[in-house]
């Protein structure tokens, strides 16, 4: 006997569409959503939307790590292997029709063959991979396509139509990538370095400093250049200052800003800065947390002189968002105004296994 029900997502007049985000910026993606159409659902690394007019601009959300077209979402869904069949049900009771009509008009291309990446939370007598098999082989019956599964360590071919499969308590959703591949990688990231900021988290950051207005945004850790690229598509006016001790970061970073004359780059140490003073409107940093990247020049000896030289260089009244490892997050947050700076707002997110918090203080001088 059947155990689950069926809830069809609604294509039309309102187009439902998924985007997933990196845990801790979903408001800042929902707040981003928002000037499309509406937010309908905000959940754990989800946010989920109408838009008024369907179109590839869906496809230009800087802080989604991705975007879906919501295909169907079934209910009563159990811990046994045997619950599975009600996933099969779901498929096939599905609009995949109108699902796939609508993620043509969102910018999805042609694929050729069917692939599935599936998650769950709890304890399950079914793998990823179980889920992953059921939900593939009825999607490329039903398709008339070839299902590439991943158990064993495979991975799909390009071109391939991704859906996803995410299960939490008795309900799973079943989604439609639209872009062919994840939005989170960047075209422009043509070089990285290690320890390279994840672009969505770099966007939201870039949008916490309200840029708009600003004259000179800087970053004294540049990296591959990835905050003050986003930055660039946040707005387009501010002249982008990066500055790395790192010559081949530079390089890097020029590389991926592809010779835009607003940026000007520069080998040189965060905590002497060759900058004059108050020279600067906003500051957007990933300092070297240790673990990936270690700390050179005068921040090895602690990030006090990058928060003295930064005080010296930002205006009175700018703003900095820093990305902040738990330690110095801590210690910045306990006394923010010990160079010169308050605390205005305090985000955690979750990247690479650890829990940074964006930080985002104004120049109190």
């Not at 609604?10 to 159409?37: F, K, M, Q, V, Y």
């Not at 989604?64 to 779901?90: C, E, H, M, N, P």
């Not at 205005?344 to 120049?363: Q, Y």
Request: charged content about 25%.
């Amino acid at each position: 006997m059947r155990n689950h029900a069926i809830t069809r997502a609604n294509i039309s007049p309102g187009p439902s569409l998924l985007a997933r985000a990196t845990r801790g910026i979903e408001p800042l993606l929902a707040a981003e959503i928002g000037r499309l159409g509406v937010v309908t659902r905000l959940r754990h690394r989800e946010v989920w939307f109408r838009v008024r007019e369907p179109g590839p601009h869906v496809l230009r959300l800087r802080t989604a790590d991705d975007v879906f077209v919501l295909a169907a979402v079934a209910a009563g869904l159990g811990t046994s292997k045997a619950s599975l069949a009600g996933l099969t049900d779901a498929v096939r009771e599905a609009g995949l029709k109108e699902a796939l009509a609508l993620r043509a008009r969102c910018g999805g291309g042609r694929t050729t063959g069917v692939d599935v990446s599936a998650s769950f939370l709890g304890r399950r007598a079914y793998t990823r991979y179980d889920v992953e098999d059921a939900v593939g082989t009825e999607l490329a019956r039903a398709l008339g396509a070839r299902y590439h599964s991943r158990r064993g360590g495979g991975a799909p071919p390009p071109g391939t139509l991704s859906w996803r499969v995410a299960i939490e308590d008795d309900r799973a959703t079943l989604a439609v990538r639209i872009a062919a591949r994840p939005l989170h990688r960047r075209p422009y990231k043509r070089a990285s370095v290690t320890g390279t900021l994840h672009p969505p988290v770099a966007a939201a950051m870039a949008r916490l400093a309200g840029l708009d207005g600003a004259g000179t945004v800087l970053d004294p850790c540049c990296g591959a250049g990835t905050l003050l690229v986003e930055a660039r598509a946040v707005a387009a006016r501010p002249r982008l200052l990066g500055v790395d001790h790192d010559p081949e970061a530079v390089r890097a970073a020029a590389r991926n800003a592809a010779r835009d004359t607003r940026f000007g780059w520069a080998v040189a140490d965060a905590g002497c800065l060759p900058l004059p003073s108050g020279h600067v409107d906003r500051v957007l940093v990933n300092p070297p947390w240790g673990r990936q990247v270690r700390a050179t020049g005068l921040l090895s000896r602690g990030d006090r002189a990058l928060w003295e030289e930064l005080a010296r260089v930002v205006a009175p009244g700018g703003v900095v968002v820093a990305l902040l490892h738990a330690p110095e997050a801590a210690a910045r947050m306990a006394a923010p105004d010990a160079a010169g700076f308050e605390l205005r707002e305090a985000i955690e997110v979750s990247l690479s296994g650890a829990h940074p918090v964006i930080g985002v203080f104004t120049c109190s001088r």
